[in-house]
């Protein structure tokens, strides 16, 4: 530090000593001391907001890198390793496992083939052909060729792209799907790398669209006869030959072996059994089956490596009170990803056959429902819900404490947010498939609205549909769907009245209108529900507004009967 030497006029500088250099700086100090003193004695208040908000700042600034960080770790998990409920597109080379596909057979190899095909091979084989076709669907689908040369070499190769070139700048888009191949081994090399394989029926369904409005034009099913060559590549089988040889021949599906009881079937509008009339009257219950929570919630159902509790004491619980009341009809939905998704785990049906077997054995006949809404009914999903349904329909037709089939609950809700042309197609393509898996009980499709209850009604055994509605109008709603639908059973899938604590005597009060405004009428119809649970789930889009289960219940979740019960049992299962 510099200090002026001589009066100021000569302007001349000196070096400060050492004691005067110490006296300027706590001079200073003190100096700022005092004057941030007399700052915070004067704006006290103002002071702590700052502090506090360069806190909250900081704060902030933290919060904000550790969840942009969580999010893309898990963006990238999920890249890796998609779920089980997401839906990969075939192209994408993360997908290297399939789950499911379409119905595929072989029918006996066409003499003298050469090499011998063991079945691991033939395994092989089978999915390299199949899933070339999605491939080359997607690939129109998408506009793109996406990685043919995955599943085609030359020549046919070229085609697809041809295909797919040809399908990009059509005006209208065509979406196609296969679901059936009946496979025929013409020959296989002795160097097991290549193979000469006729596919006697290809079934494939497909929907056409306008590429600008999105409108659908046509939709329908194509059959024909194709063959292929296939060649091992690098570990995959690929196509390098394909040709459309004529129509199909496709093989007639095996006969069923004949059930081991008669089944409840239809007689105009009534159901009956080798005893005569059958009185279709029972309860919902959604703790049963695999609708529960402790069914849906626990992972065990998708993750094997994890075992979850057994939820069958509720069912044995349940099923004693309903037998023990006389109720002989009860309906339990199967919640569609909690039973494995298009392919049911062991689990799943181990459970149900589980459930029905405490069914038989406390003198109930049980009402299946298989959907519950689905999020998309677009045609690259229609082979996973043909595999669900012929595993659930093939497995379970030949218990007998089994009832029916109610293929879906609530599908016009789905008109919300789908095309209603495309939920009628894959509504009636799971009715002929569930036709084809099980020929002899009762089918139906619960409809949401009155109104819709007679849709597809010439694919179905019986019409039913959920009733919420005012109690003293349900004889006029019925007998207008009667009306309607001709000489069928009509059957109510769910009707009740959600009673919270402090309306418990109002909802056994709606039961005795409920009764009383059906008057003489018949009646069939199962009640909604048996006892109360956190959640109603099911596969819905309308993930939102998913009704809550909770209150609709005749039992408390402490098992306590409200008088709802009572009421129940007087007016709609007198001994």
């Known amino acids: 530090m510099l200090r002026p030497r001589g009066d100021a006029s000569t302007l001349g500088l000196r070096r400060a000593t050492p004691e005067e250099l110490e006296f300027s700086k706590k001079g200073v100090r003190r100096a700022g001391k005092r004057r941030l003193a007399a700052v915070v004695e004067q704006v006290p208040n103002l002071f702590r907001v700052f502090l506090t908000r360069r806190g ?7 919060v904000i890198v550790v969840v942009t960080a969580y999010l893309v770790g898990r963006a990238f998990v999920a890249a890796a390793k998609p779920g ?20 595929s057979v072989w029918l006996a190899d066409a003499g003298d083939v050469g090499r011998p095909m063991d079945r691991w091979n033939r395994t092989t084989l089978q999915r390299g052909y199949e899933a070339a076709w999605r491939r080359l669907f997607e690939a129109k689908r998408a506009d793109h060729p996406l990685a043919l040369e995955r599943e085609f070499a030359p020549p046919a190769l070229r085609g697809a792209e041809d295909s797919v070139d040809g399908a990009r700048v059509s005006p209208y888009a065509t979406d196609e799907v296969a679901l059936e191949h009946a496979l025929e081994l013409h020959q296989y090399t002795y160097d097991g790398r290549v193979a000469h394989v006729r596919d006697r029926c290809l079934r494939t369904a497909f929907v056409v669209r ?11 099913s194509d059959e024909g006869t194709f063959d292929a060559l296939l060649r091992l590549e690098d570990g995959y089988w690929k196509i390098s030959d394909l040709q459309r040889i004529g129509p199909a021949a496709c093989p007639a ?15 105009g509008d ?4 080798e005893h005569g009339d059958v009185d279709v009257r029972g309860i919902n219950d959604v703790r049963s089956g695999l609708a529960g929570g402790d069914f849906v919630r626990n992972a065990a159902l998708t993750k094997p490596d994890t075992e979850p509790p057994d939820p069958l004491a509720k069912v044995a619980a349940d099923f004693e009170r309903l037998g023990g009341a006389g109720i002989k009809f009860v309906r339990i939905p199967v919640h569609f990803d909690g039973a494995g998704g298009g392919i049911p785990t062991e689990i799943a049906l181990d459970r149900l056959t589980r459930v029905l077997d405490l069914a038989l054995r406390n003198h109930l006949r049980v009402l299946f429902t298989l959907f519950g809404g689905r999020r998309n009914v677009d045609l690259a999903y229609w082979p996973e819900v043909d595999r669900h349904l012929e595993a659930i329909l093939g497995t379970f037709r030949e218990h007998p404490a089994l009832f029916g089939w109610d293929l879906m609950n609530g599908p016009d809700a789905e008109f919300k947010v789908q095309p209603e042309d495309d ?15 099980d020929p002899d009980h009762p089918r139906t499709i619960s409809w949401s609205d009155p109104s819709h209850a007679c849709l597809l009604e010439g694919d179905l055994t019986f019409v039913s549909y959920s009733d919420f509605g005012m109690p003293v109008d349900v004889a006029r709603r019925l007998g207008e769907v009667r009306r309607r639908c001709g000489k069928k059973p009509v059957v109510l899938a769910e009707f009740g009245f959600r009673g919270k604590p402090s309306e418990e005597r109002l909802q056994a009060g709606y039961f005795h209108a409920f009764a009383r405004g059906l008057g003489r009428q018949p009646f069939y119809g199962f009640v909604w529900t048996l006892g109360d649970v956190d959640a109603s789930p099911d596969d819905s889009p309308l993930g939102s507004e ?24 007087q007016e709609f299962f007198k001994p």
Do not use: C, H, M
Request: no cysteine; proline share 11%; net charge positive.
């Open 56 to 62: 909250f700042q900081w704060l902030g600034a933290l």
């Open 84 to 103: 089980p409920k997401a839906f990969v597109p075939i192209f994408l080379e993360t997908e290297e496992k399939i789950l499911w596909g379409p119905r």
């Open 210 to 220: 306008d590429r600008k409005t999105g409108a659908s034009l046509a939709r329908g």
């Open 253 to 267: 599906p095996p006969p069923l072996p004949p059930l081991p009881f008669a089944p409840v079937r239809t007689e």
């Open 270 to 273: 009534r159901f009956v059994d």
């Open 423 to 437: 939920v009628l197609a894959f509504l009636r393509f799971v009715a002929q498939r569930a036709t084809r898996y």
């Open 546 to 569: 998913k009704r809550r289960g909770d209150s609709f219940g005749l039992f408390r979740k402490n098992n306590r009967a409200k008088p709802a019960w009572l009421a129940v049992r």
